[in-house]
């Protein structure tokens, strides 16, 4: 079965440091790939996402993404972080064909002092 | 445009009892997914509805069911409610199923058994 692991639950950082969230997932055929934010008392926002092609995404106020196939990995990167993307970060995956059925990780909780 | 509407936003049940809940997709969208959120399994999907059919389904027992209206507004029912049903319940709606559709959520329905 598919499945999404992110590998930190919580992060805590400073603002203007840099962030990477790891993802992996399992599956052994094409996946499209996103991560969707969660901001405090907000519903659930698309990033950014992978389908195809250039495996440097990039996303909604300055988050990107790395696609790497051959570690089945979408890293989240942002160079510097702000107090305002103290949020809820989830990686999802879509196997190929599987309509708008994603499997989720289980989310990263981001805090980020001013 | 309106976002993903979700009634109502809080429910009290009892084990055993029933429940409805609606979702109100984003005008023109015409793709319907629900999904469970709870603190232990994260997110995960329950069934998607396009076109009044049901396309996809997760791995939830036959007490979860749903429906979509020809106006793509959806509901999904739980019956012979359990303790851990209680959970944070989501709607995302699409476009269609094509992987340029990406999904909206709604803010959710938050459902507790007692």
């Known amino acids: 079965a598919q499945s999404v692991s992110q590998h930190n639950h919580h992060v805590i950082l400073s603002e203007a440091a840099s962030l990477e969230l790891g993802c992996n997932y399992s599956?052994?055929?094409?996946?499209?790939l996103f991560w969707y934010v969660q901001y405090p008392g907000q519903h659930l926002q698309l990033l950014l996402k992978?389908?195809?092609?250039?495996?440097l995404v990039k996303g909604i106020k300055g988050f990107e993404a790395e696609f790497i196939k051959s570690k089945f990995s979408f890293n989240l990167r942002k160079p510097s972080v702000q107090w305002s993307d103290t949020a809820e970060y989830f990686c999802a995956v879509n196997a190929n064909q599987a309509g708008t059925a994603l499997i989720f990780g289980k989310g990263t909780t981001l805090s980020v002092s001013s | 445009k309106a976002g993903v509407t979700q009634t109502p936003r809080y429910l009290i049940k009892t084990r055993g009892q029933q429940v409805t809940l609606s979702c109100s997709p984003i005008?023109?969208?015409?793709?319907v997914s629900w999904y469970q959120q709870t603190p232990g399994q994260g997110l995960q999907f329950l069934f998607e509805y396009f076109s009044e059919t049901q396309r996809n389904k997760g791995n939830f027992p036959g007490r979860f069911s749903g429906r979509q209206f020809s106006n793509s507004r959806s509901e999904m029912n739980v019956s012979t409610l359990e303790l851990g049903d209680s959970a944070l319940y989501l709607c995302?709606?699409?476009?269609?199923?094509?992987?340029?559709?990406?999904?909206?959520f709604g803010n959710g329905t938050r459902l507790t058994v007692t």
């Open positions: 005008s023109g969208h015409r793709s």
């Open positions: 995302a709606s699409s476009f269609n199923r094509g992987e340029n559709s990406p999904l909206h």
């Open positions: 992978y389908f195809s092609g250039d495996p």
């Open positions: 599956y052994g055929g094409t996946v499209n």
